[in-house]
C-alpha cells in the first residue's frame, strides 16, 4: 500500500470571518463532501430561506449550534488526497473560547489564521497568533480571506501581510506564509482562479499537501515514558517482562544503554518487542515494548531514556499556564498534575505575570487566575519529575492540571 | 532473527493512526479500576480487537469484551464474535435486550420496531451491574457530525449522558480519566480513523470480517433511497416489491434500520477502491436511524448511546 502522510492542522477565526466556508471549500473542492452530505445542507440552506449551498453549514454539528448559528467547540474533521490525510481541528473564534483554541492547537502541525481582508489584523488576530505561537505550532498560514470583497486588491493584501508581521516580529513564530483567498468564490484554496493573477505563491492546499513535516517532531532526544508493565506470568511467557509506551521523541536500538527516571538505575535494551515480531530499532511516534538486560524495578509514571541524553529532573519548574476552567486558580489549594504518564499532586506557588493576550503586555502582582488567562507561574511537585522545555520537545514538555476535588482538567502548561 | 527490520522512512498515516490507539488502549489500562471493550462483531469492532492485541500481547487483555446484542443482529456477525472471542482466548460478556424488555426497561411499541435506540439502556444497566467505569468503543468521528465533536475520553454523567457543551478539554495525548464513583467515560481509540482507513487496516492485518461485509446476493426492498434487506423482522410493504441484488454492507447493526449498498466487491481490494470512490457517507447510506432527524445521533448520545 502507498506510504501517505498525515497532516493536523487548525483553523482560527471567527464566524465572520469565514471559516465555516473555507473548510467547506477544501473539503468540497478537494471532493471530500459526500452527496448525502450535501444535500441535508442543501435542504437546510432552503429552509432558512436562503440559495445555494451554505459550505458552512457542513461543519455547524450540534443542534444547538445550528439553532443558534454559531460554533460552540472544537469539532474533528476529516480528508485526504492522494499525498497527504488531514485531520482539521475546527476552533471558534470568540473571545470565550480560548481554551478550545488551545486544545485543538496543541497537536496541530500547521495553524491556519484567518483575516476577512476589510477589516485587516483584529485583536483576535494577534490572539490566535499569539496562542499558536505559545503552543509550539511550527506553521502558520495567514490566510487573508474575502478577496472578492476588496476587488482582489494586491494592496490590501500586502498591507495586511505587513501589520501582521509587524506584530509577528514580538513573537517566535518560525515561518509565515500568507495567502490571498476567497472562501466563497474558491479563488486560491484548491483552485487557483482568474482573479489574482499577482499572486505568484501556492494555493492553500498547495501548502496543506507540500509544506515539509518531517522535522515537527523532535528525533534527536529518545524518551519513552512507561504506560503499562507486561507480566503475563504464564506458560512460555512465565518469565516475560516488558515495559510498555510509546516513543515520545527520539529513538532506540537493541544494544542501546538508558537510563530510567527518576530512579538513575541504568541497564540495556535486550529486545524491542511489537506483537508483528521484534525491531532492531524504532522512533516516535511508535508504540513499543522494551525489554531489559536487567531486572529493574520500573512502575507505571517511569521514564527510560538514553544514558548520554538525558532531561531535566527536578522537583520545581517555571512553565507557561493557560487557564481554562470556569472555577478560578486558586492559590495553595492542591492540584494534580499530569505530565507525559505521571501522575502527581503539586503546588502552585507562584504567578510571575499574566500575559494580555491582546497587547502582548505582562501584568503583575495577581494572585488568582480565570478562565482563558495565561501567565507563567512556579510551581512544586511532590515527587521529581523528568521533563524537558516545551520549545524543545512538545510531548516530555507539556502538562494538563486537574482539581482533585471535582476531577475537572482545569489547566494546561508548557515547560520553560 | 528473520523479523529484524531497521526503519528507514518515516511512518504512514495506519503507522501512527495505530500507534495513537494503542497508546489511548493503554492509558485506558493503566488508569481506569474496571474498562470493558465494546465488541458487536462489526468491522470497527474488530479492528479494535487487533489493536488490543498490539497493546498487550503476550499478556491477556485486562479487560473483559462487552455486546449490547438487540437480538435482531445478523446471523453471520453472531456467530463470527462468538468464534473471535473464543480464537482470542478473551472473556466475552453479553447482556441482551431482550432482558430489558422483559424487565420492562424497553417497552416497544412495534416488535420488529428498531432496537437501535434502545442499545443504551442495555448499556446503561450492563455498566451497572459489573461497575464499569470506562467502555472502549470503536465509534470514529467521520461516522456522524456529533461524534466529530466528540472527545477521545468522552465523559459521562451518574445517568450516562454526554453534555456536549460541557467537554473535559483535551490537550496534547495528555487524557483526564478521572470520575467519581458512578460516573463513567467512553473512550474512543480510532476517533481519529476514516472508513477508508478502516478497510486499508483490515487488509494490512489481513482480518477477518463476517461474510455479509462482500458482495453477496441478497432479497431486498427498496424503500425510499434505501435498499432494507428482507428478514423475519422485515417484509415488503404494500406496492413493494422483492428483489434479489448483488449487495454488501457498509456497517452490520439493528437487521431492522441497516440497509446494504448495490455492489460487486467481493474482495478487500474491490471494498477499497469502492469506498475510496464513494459519494456517499457510510451512516446516510446505511442506517435509517439517522435520517429522521438532523440531529438523531446527538439525542440518542444524549441518552448515554455511545
Same mark, same amino acid.
Request: charged share 30%.
Given at each position: 500500500?502507498?506510504?501517505?502522510?498525515?497532516?493536523?492542522?487548525?483553523?482560527?477565526?471567527?464566524?465572520? %470571518?469565514?471559516?465555516?466556508?473555507?473548510?467547506?471549500?477544501?473539503?468540497?473542492?478537494?471532493?471530500?463532501?459526500?452527496? %448525502?452530505?450535501?444535500?441535508?445542507?442543501?435542504?437546510?440552506?432552503?429552509?432558512?430561506?436562503?440559495?445555494?449551498?451554505?459550505?458552512?453549514?457542513?461543519?455547524?454539528?450540534?443542534?444547538?449550534?445550528?439553532?443558534?448559528?454559531?460554533?460552540? %467547540?472544537?469539532?474533528?474533521?476529516?480528508?485526504?488526497?492522494?499525498?497527504?490525510?488531514?485531520?482539521?481541528?475546527?476552533?471558534?473564534?470568540?473571545?470565550?473560547?480560548?481554551?478550545?483554541?488551545?486544545?485543538?492547537?496543541?497537536?496541530?502541525?500547521?495553524?491556519?489564521?484567518?483575516?476577512?481582508?476589510?477589516?485587516?489584523?483584529?485583536?483576535?488576530?494577534?490572539?490566535?497568533?499569539?496562542?499558536?505561537?505559545?503552543?509550539?505550532?511550527?506553521?502558520?498560514?495567514?490566510?487573508?480571506?474575502?478577496?472578492?470583497?476588496?476587488?482582489?486588491?494586491?494592496?490590501?493584501?500586502?498591507?495586511?501581510?505587513?501589520?501582521?508581521?509587524?506584530?509577528?516580529?514580538?513573537?517566535?513564530?518560525?515561518?509565515?506564509?500568507?495567502?490571498?483567498?476567497?472562501?466563497?468564490?474558491?479563488?486560491?484554496?484548491?483552485?487557483?482562479?482568474?482573479?489574482?493573477?499577482?499572486?505568484?505563491?501556492?494555493?492553500?492546499?498547495?501548502?496543506?499537501?507540500?509544506?515539509?513535516? %518531517?522535522?515537527?517532531?523532535?528525533?534527536?532526544?529518545?524518551?519513552?515514558?512507561?504506560?503499562?508493565?507486561?507480566?503475563?506470568?504464564?506458560?512460555?511467557?512465565?518469565?516475560?517482562?516488558?515495559?510498555?509506551?510509546?516513543?515520545?521523541?527520539?529513538?532506540?536500538?537493541?544494544?542501546?544503554?538508558?537510563?530510567?527516571?527518576?530512579?538513575?538505575?541504568?541497564?540495556?535494551?535486550?529486545?524491542?518487542?511489537?506483537?508483528?515480531?521484534?525491531?532492531?530499532?524504532?522512533?516516535?511516534?511508535?508504540?513499543?515494548?522494551?525489554?531489559?538486560?536487567?531486572?529493574?524495578?520500573?512502575?507505571?509514571?517511569?521514564?527510560?531514556?538514553?544514558?548520554?541524553?538525558?532531561?531535566?529532573?527536578?522537583?520545581?519548574?517555571?512553565?507557561?499556564?493557560?487557564?481554562?476552567?470556569?472555577?478560578?486558580?486558586?492559590?495553595?489549594?492542591?492540584?494534580?498534575?499530569?505530565?507525559?504518564?505521571?501522575?502527581?499532586?503539586?503546588?502552585?506557588?507562584?504567578?510571575?505575570?499574566?500575559?494580555?493576550?491582546n497587547t502582548l503586555e505582562k501584568e503583575e502582582g495577581l494572585d488568582s487566575l480565570a478562565m482563558n488567562d495565561i501567565a507563567k507561574i512556579g510551581f512544586r511537585v511532590q515527587q521529581p519529575l523528568a521533563s524537558d522545555s516545551y520549545r524543545h520537545n512538545r510531548s516530555t514538555g507539556s502538562f494538563i492540571v486537574i482539581d482533585e476535588v471535582t476531577n475537572n482538567t482545569v489547566?494546561?502548561?508548557?515547560?520553560? | 532473527?528473520?523479523?529484524?527490520?531497521?526503519?528507514?522512512?518515516?511512518?504512514?498515516?495506519?503507522?501512527?493512526?495505530?500507534?495513537?490507539?494503542?497508546?489511548?488502549?493503554?492509558?485506558?489500562?493503566?488508569?481506569?479500576?474496571?474498562?470493558?471493550?465494546?465488541?458487536?462483531?462489526?468491522?470497527?469492532?474488530?479492528?479494535?480487537?487487533?489493536?488490543?492485541?498490539?497493546?498487550?500481547?503476550?499478556?491477556?487483555?485486562?479487560?473483559?469484551?462487552?455486546?449490547?446484542?438487540?437480538?435482531?443482529?445478523?446471523?453471520?456477525?453472531?456467530?463470527?464474535?462468538?468464534?473471535?472471542?473464543?480464537?482470542?482466548?478473551?472473556?466475552?460478556?453479553?447482556?441482551?435486550?431482550?432482558?430489558?424488555?422483559?424487565?420492562?426497561?424497553?417497552?416497544?411499541?412495534?416488535?420488529?420496531?428498531?432496537?437501535?435506540?434502545?442499545?443504551?439502556?442495555?448499556?446503561?444497566?450492563?455498566?451497572?451491574?459489573?461497575?464499569?467505569?470506562?467502555?472502549?468503543?470503536?465509534?470514529?468521528?467521520?461516522?456522524?457530525?456529533?461524534?466529530?465533536?466528540?472527545?477521545?475520553?468522552?465523559?459521562?454523567?451518574?445517568?450516562?449522558?454526554?453534555?456536549?457543551?460541557?467537554?473535559?478539554?483535551e490537550l496534547w495525548d495528555l487524557y483526564n480519566t478521572r470520575v467519581h464513583p458512578g460516573e463513567n467515560i467512553r473512550v474512543f481509540p480510532i476517533s481519529n480513523w476514516t472508513e477508508l482507513d478502516i478497510w486499508q487496516y483490515i487488509e494490512q492485518e489481513k482480518l477477518e470480517i463476517p461474510s455479509i461485509y462482500f458482495a453477496h446476493p441478497r432479497e431486498v426492498i427498496r424503500r425510499g433511497s434505501s435498499l432494507l434487506p428482507v428478514s423475519h423482522l422485515v417484509s415488503p410493504m404494500e406496492g413493494e416489491k422483492i428483489e434479489r441484488l448483488s449487495v454488501r454492507f457498509r456497517t452490520v447493526g439493528d437487521m431492522t434500520c441497516t440497509c446494504p449498498v448495490e455492489?460487486?466487491?467481493?474482495?478487500?481490494?474491490?471494498?477499497?477502491?469502492?469506498?475510496?470512490?464513494?459519494?456517499?457517507?457510510?451512516?446516510?447510506?446505511?442506517?435509517?436511524?439517522?435520517?429522521?432527524?438532523?440531529?438523531?445521533?446527538?439525542?440518542?448520545?444524549?441518552?448515554?448511546?455511545?
Amino acid at each position: 500500500m502507498k506510504n501517505i502522510e498525515l497532516l493536523r492542522f487548525i483553523t482560527a477565526g471567527s464566524v465572520d %470571518d469565514g471559516k465555516s466556508t473555507l473548510i467547506g471549500r477544501l473539503l468540497h473542492d478537494s471532493k471530500s463532501i459526500f452527496e %448525502d452530505q450535501l444535500s441535508a445542507i442543501e435542504n437546510t440552506t432552503k429552509k432558512r430561506g436562503l440559495s445555494g449551498v451554505d459550505l458552512s453549514l457542513l461543519t455547524d454539528g450540534l443542534q444547538a449550534e445550528r439553532e443558534q448559528g454559531i460554533t460552540i %467547540d472544537v469539532a474533528y474533521r476529516y480528508f485526504a488526497t492522494p499525498k497527504r490525510k488531514f485531520i482539521i481541528a475546527d476552533t471558534p473564534g470568540h473571545e470565550q473560547y480560548t481554551r478550545n483554541m488551545v486544545t485543538g492547537a496543541s497537536t496541530a502541525n500547521l495553524a491556519i489564521i484567518l483575516i476577512d481582508a476589510r477589516r485587516g489584523v483584529l485583536t483576535q488576530t494577534r490572539r490566535h497568533a499569539y496562542l499558536a505561537n505559545l503552543v509550539g505550532i511550527p506553521h502558520l498560514v495567514v490566510a487573508v480571506n474575502k478577496m472578492d470583497l476588496v476587488g482582489y486588491s494586491r494592496e490590501t493584501f500586502e498591507s495586511i501581510v505587513k501589520e501582521f508581521e509587524g506584530f509577528a516580529s514580538g513573537l517566535d513564530i518560525k515561518s509565515i506564509i500568507p495567502i490571498p483567498i476567497s472562501a466563497l468564490a474558491g479563488d486560491n484554496v484548491v483552485e487557483r482562479g482568474q482573479n489574482m493573477p499577482w499572486y505568484k505563491g501556492e494555493t492553500l492546499m498547495g501548502v496543506l499537501e507540500n509544506i515539509e513535516i %518531517d522535522h515537527d517532531i523532535n528525533l534527536e532526544d529518545f524518551r519513552f515514558p512507561v504506560q503499562w508493565i507486561c507480566r503475563p506470568q504464564t506458560g512460555e511467557w512465565h518469565d516475560f517482562r516488558g515495559y510498555m509506551g510509546r516513543i515520545e521523541s527520539g529513538s532506540i536500538r537493541v544494544g542501546d544503554e538508558i537510563t530510567v527516571l527518576p530512579s538513575g538505575k541504568t541497564s540495556k535494551i535486550r529486545e524491542i518487542a511489537t506483537y508483528d515480531g521484534p525491531l532492531l530499532e524504532a522512533m516516535a511516534p511508535q508504540s513499543v515494548t522494551l525489554r531489559l538486560e536487567d531486572e529493574l524495578d520500573i512502575s507505571r509514571g517511569d521514564m527510560i531514556v538514553k544514558s548520554d541524553n538525558l532531561p531535566k529532573l527536578s522537583k520545581e519548574f517555571d512553565a507557561m499556564l493557560c487557564w481554562l476552567s470556569e472555577e478560578p486558580l486558586e492559590m495553595g489549594k492542591r492540584y494534580l498534575i499530569k505530565h507525559a504518564t505521571k501522575t502527581a499532586k503539586i503546588l502552585l506557588n507562584r504567578i510571575d505575570y499574566q500575559v494580555n493576550v491582546n497587547t502582548l503586555e505582562k501584568e503583575e502582582g495577581l494572585d488568582s487566575l480565570a478562565m482563558n488567562d495565561i501567565a507563567k507561574i512556579g510551581f512544586r511537585v511532590q515527587q521529581p519529575l523528568a521533563s524537558d522545555s516545551y520549545r524543545h520537545n512538545r510531548s516530555t514538555g507539556s502538562f494538563i492540571v486537574i482539581d482533585e476535588v471535582t476531577n475537572n482538567t482545569v489547566a494546561a502548561g508548557m515547560m520553560i | 532473527m528473520g523479523n529484524l527490520h531497521i526503519i528507514h522512512r518515516s511512518l504512514s498515516h495506519l503507522d501512527i493512526l495505530e500507534s495513537e490507539a494503542i497508546h489511548i488502549m493503554r492509558e485506558v489500562a493503566a488508569e481506569c479500576g474496571n474498562p470493558a471493550l465494546l465488541f458487536s462483531g462489526g468491522k470497527d469492532s474488530i479492528v479494535l480487537l487487533r489493536l488490543a492485541e498490539k497493546a498487550f500481547r503476550p499478556a491477556k487483555f485486562p479487560f473483559p469484551l462487552l455486546h449490547i446484542d438487540t437480538e435482531h443482529n445478523f446471523p453471520e456477525v453472531i456467530d463470527f464474535r462468538d468464534r473471535r472471542a473464543k480464537e482470542l482466548g478473551e472473556r466475552l460478556i453479553v447482556r441482551s435486550m431482550e432482558d430489558s424488555i422483559r424487565k420492562k426497561r424497553v417497552i416497544l411499541k412495534r416488535p420488529d420496531q428498531s432496537r437501535n435506540a434502545f442499545q443504551s439502556v442495555t448499556l446503561l444497566d450492563a455498566i451497572a451491574e459489573f461497575k464499569f467505569d470506562a467502555c472502549m468503543g470503536g465509534a470514529r468521528r467521520d461516522e456522524e457530525k456529533a461524534r466529530a465533536k466528540e472527545r477521545i475520553f468522552s465523559f459521562r454523567d451518574e445517568f450516562g449522558q454526554w453534555d456536549p457543551k460541557n467537554q473535559r478539554p483535551e490537550l496534547w495525548d495528555l487524557y483526564n480519566t478521572r470520575v467519581h464513583p458512578g460516573e463513567n467515560i467512553r473512550v474512543f481509540p480510532i476517533s481519529n480513523w476514516t472508513e477508508l482507513d478502516i478497510w486499508q487496516y483490515i487488509e494490512q492485518e489481513k482480518l477477518e470480517i463476517p461474510s455479509i461485509y462482500f458482495a453477496h446476493p441478497r432479497e431486498v426492498i427498496r424503500r425510499g433511497s434505501s435498499l432494507l434487506p428482507v428478514s423475519h423482522l422485515v417484509s415488503p410493504m404494500e406496492g413493494e416489491k422483492i428483489e434479489r441484488l448483488s449487495v454488501r454492507f457498509r456497517t452490520v447493526g439493528d437487521m431492522t434500520c441497516t440497509c446494504p449498498v448495490e455492489s460487486t466487491a467481493s474482495t478487500l481490494q474491490d471494498i477499497i477502491i469502492e469506498t475510496a470512490k464513494t459519494r456517499i457517507t457510510e451512516r446516510g447510506a446505511t442506517r435509517m436511524d439517522d435520517q429522521t432527524s438532523d440531529a438523531s445521533m446527538e439525542l440518542r448520545k444524549k441518552e448515554g448511546y455511545f
